[in-house]
């Protein structure tokens, strides 16, 4: 099995500021990953995939990179609404495993 | 792009047997190579539960793999998650969702209990 750590478990920082979230797999996935947002209450929302593709109406200040066993989501800019859970996974192979979160919350 | 529409009980009883659909709108199961379930204990990190394929191999999470089937329907417009002997620890969201740049389910809280 894959791990991902995620780190740092909780992210303290104010709008304006620019946030560097990191997930370390394991093993090499190549470009295995994706990048989710999550607000309670709400389903998981696809922000990257292949390690820094954005999906569909993601803007720009939100970037993914990262290849092999390292990677990161930079969010710059902060807005009001990017405090949330973030959570990266990993499909490198046929067991499918995610992070277990990085929480961004207002200082 | 295609949108997810989950429905099933939110209540099943231990040892019972959970069933959800999934039910896809403008779309059919052809249009991605894959489709998921996943789920997140209350105040928890999300834990995928399974896939099934195009060609309809599935796989599991081992330490679901027992007691989950994941299946199509016939009419290829709807996937549907099986989980048997359930428990109290099985308390969950479930989420079924689509590879991608898909999107996900609007999410169901099962709760396990008498």
Redesign the interface.
């Known amino acids: 099995e894959i791990v991902l750590t995620q780190s740092p478990g909780t992210l303290s920082l104010s709008p304006g500021d620019s946030a560097t979230l990191s997930c370390r797999a394991s093993q090499s996935i190549g470009r295995h990953l994706a990048w989710y947002q999550q607000k309670p209450g709400q389903a998981p929302r696809l922000l990257i995939y292949d390690a820094s593709t954005r999906a569909t109406g993601i803007p720009a200040r939100i970037r993914g990179s990262g290849s092999g066993t390292d990677f990161t989501l930079t969010i710059t800019s902060l807005e009001p609404e990017d405090f949330a859970v973030y959570y990266c996974r990993q499909r490198s192979d046929w067991l499918v495993t995610f992070g277990q979160g990085t929480r961004l919350e207002i200082k | 792009?295609v949108q997810l529409q989950q429905s099933g009980p939110g209540l099943v009883r231990p040892s019972g047997t959970l069933s959800l659909t999934c039910a896809l709108s403008g779309a059919s199961i052809d249009n991605a190579n894959w489709w998921?379930w996943?789920r997140q204990p209350p105040g928890m990190?999300?834990?995928?539960v399974g896939?099934i394929y195009l060609n309809g191999t599935t796989?599991y999470?081992?330490s679901l793999k027992s007691r989950v089937t994941i299946s199509v329907a016939k009419s290829k417009t709807q996937f549907s998650l099986k989980m048997t002997s359930m428990t109290a620890a099985d308390t969950a969201v479930y989420?079924c969702a689509s590879p991608?740049?898909?999107?996900?389910?609007?999410?169901t809280l099962v709760t396990v209990s008498s």
Request: charged share 10%; aromatic share 16%; hydrophobic share 25%.
């Open positions: 792009q998921t996943v990190g999300l834990e995928w896939d796989n999470n081992p989420f991608p740049p898909g999107g996900w389910g609007q999410g």
